[in-house]
C-alpha cells in the first residue's frame, strides 16, 4: 500500500524568505508524485509532479521539487515567497502515471507573515 | 472550458437521510475519481469511474456508491449518513490511455450532516 508523510503540521515563514515543505513516501514500486495546493474553501490545483527523469522538478508559481528516492522524499521548495502562497499544500503519490488513485498526506499549513 | 464542476456547493442533510452529489468532468475527460476531504485532513480515495464502471475502490462502505453517465458525468450517492461523513467531497477528472495525463479537481461539494 502506498502512503505519505507530511511531518510538518503548520509553518509560518516571512514574506520574501525561502519555504521547504517535507513529504515522505512509502510505495514498493516506482512512485509518482505529486503536490497540489489549496486555498480555503477551493479544490486542489496541481503545482508540480514527478513521473520520471530529471529529479529536480519545476512547477508553477516558482515552486520546484526534488524527488530523493534513497531517502524517498519529494520535498517542495520556493525561494521567496509571497503573501498569495498562504495555504495549504498537499503531497501525494500514486501507482501509475494516468491512474489518479492517489494517497495524500495530511497537509501542511503555510501561514506568511508580512 | 468550464473545467471540473460539482453541485452543490453545500448541503446540509439530517443523519440516516441519504444524498446524492454531482460532477461534471473537465471537456475531454473520460474517468472521474470521488475523494472525501474530512476537517483538517487529506483527500481520500473513495473510487474511480471509467467506462461507466467502478474501476477502483478506496476503504469506504457499501454506504458510497457511484454511477457515471455516457457523458462521462458522475454522481456520489451516500446512504443512511453518519455525522461521521461530513466532509468536503472532491471529484477529479483525468483521461484514461493517456500517457502522464493531469488530474483537475472541482471546488469541491461541502457536505454536513447534523
Known amino acids: 500500500a502506498q502512503s505519505v508523510t507530511q511531518p510538518d503540521i503548520h509553518i509560518t515563514v516571512s514574506e520574501g524568505a525561502s519555504l521547504e515543505l517535507r513529504c515522505n513516501y512509502s510505495y514498493g514500486a516506482t512512485p509518482y508524485l505529486f503536490w497540489y495546493v489549496q486555498s480555503p474553501g477551493q479544490g486542489l490545483q496541481l503545482l508540480l509532479k514527478y513521473f520520471s527523469g530529471d529529479t529536480l522538478v519545476q512547477g508553477i ?32 503519490v500514486g501507482a ?10 495530511a497537509g501542511t499549513t ?3 507573515r508580512a | 472550458d468550464a473545467g471540473v464542476t460539482q453541485s452543490p456547493t453545500h448541503l446540509i442533510k439530517t443523519r440516516g437521510q441519504q444524498v446524492t452529489l454531482r460532477c461534471s468532468p473537465k471537456s475531454g475527460h473520460d474517468t472521474v475519481s470521488w475523494y472525501q476531504q474530512a476537517l483538517g485532513q487529506g483527500p481520500q480515495f473513495i473510487f474511480q469511474y471509467y467506462e461507466e464502471e467502478e474501476r477502483q475502490r478506496g476503504n469506504f462502505p457499501d454506504r458510497f ?24 467531497y472532491l471529484c477529479a477528472s483525468s483521461r484514461t490511455n493517456t500517457k502522464n495525463t493531469e488530474a483537475f479537481f472541482g471546488q469541491g461539494t461541502r457536505l454536513t450532516v447534523v
Open chain 1, 96 to 105: 501509475r502515471s494516468n491512474d489518479y488513485k492517489l494517497s495524500f498526506g
Open chain 1, 110 to 112: 503555510v501561514t506568511v
Open chain 1, 61 to 92: 508559481k516558482g515552486f520546484e521539487a526534488e524527488f530523493k528516492r534513497s531517502q524517498s522524499s519529494f520535498n517542495l521548495r520556493k525561494p521567496s515567497v509571497h503573501w498569495s502562497d498562504a495555504a495549504e499544500y498537499f503531497c501525494a
Open chain 2, 65 to 88: 456508491s457511484g454511477h457515471q453517465f455516457p457523458n462521462y458525468s458522475s454522481e456520489l450517492n451516500v446512504n443512511a449518513l453518519l455525522l461521521g461523513d461530513s466532509a468536503l
